[in-house]
């Protein structure tokens, strides 16, 4: 089975501290995504990677910035969390039958 | 900005009944559709795939796809309390995006 695993379950922060959310796969799946889900407005895809130290921007990247420097691990970074970022966070991979495959998320505070 | 569109619900529907859930979408280059279950506070689980027109069983569970009216669907038979969820349709376009829609509330009463 496909194992993702994000660093938090809960997150509080304040208002302009820099944040970090990691994930993790276990797969050796090349692409991997951050997404965040607000109700009403579904998940939102924030950036994505396909490949070590690639990345693309997805529909929201403004406020947020990512790392990849190893295949399994994805951090999505918040240079200076503000109130409208507080959303739950959800990263994923991606098989290559395209199933994506979602880490436990990261319900994100931002104070 | 690609649509895909759901309605939120709540779809409320007795137990041992069958459950439809519709989802439509805006682009014609769509070339995989998906379906997934979120439980409460949850992440997003794959229910099931569809790539081509027609019908997809597993289980329970009847994907139907018609590109022509850019229109997929899920049909949940012998409902459970179990299947009372948010049921998320998304969509893949040029391989490597995905979008969603924003899901519609199903209860399924005992």
């Known amino acids: ?111 | 900005q690609k649509e895909v569109e759901q309605n939120s619900g709540p779809l409320s529907v007795p137990e041992g009944a069958i459950a439809s859930l519709n989802c439509t979408y805006s682009d014609r280059v769509s070339q995989s559709f998906f379906w997934y279950r979120q439980y409460s506070g949850k992440s997003p689980e794959l229910i099931m795939s569809i790539y081509s027109n027609g019908d997809k069983e597993d289980g329970r569970f009847t994907a139907q796809l018609n590109k022509a009216s850019q229109y997929v669907s899920l049909l949940i038979r012998d409902s459970q309390p179990s299947d009372s969820a948010t049921y998320l349709c998304a969509v893949l376009y040029n391989f490597n995006k995905f979008y969603f829609g924003s899901g519609t509330k199903l209860n399924v009463k005992p």
């Open chain 1, 1 to 111: 089975d496909v194992k993702v695993t994000q660093s938090s379950r809960y997150l509080v922060k304040r208002t302009g501290e820099k944040v970090f959310l990691e994930c993790v796969q276990d797969m050796d799946h090349e692409n991997m995504f951050w997404y965040r889900q607000d109700p009403g407005l579904g998940l939102r895809l924030i950036y994505f990677s396909y490949d070590v130290k690639m990345k693309e921007k997805g529909d929201i990247p403004e406020g947020y910035s990512v790392s990849r420097e190893k295949k399994e691990r994805f951090s999505l970074i918040l240079e200076s969390a503000s109130t409208n970022q507080t959303s739950m966070y959800l990263c994923a991979t991606i098989s290559t039958g395209f199933e994506q495959y979602f880490g436990p998320g990261t319900r994100l505070t931002v104070t």
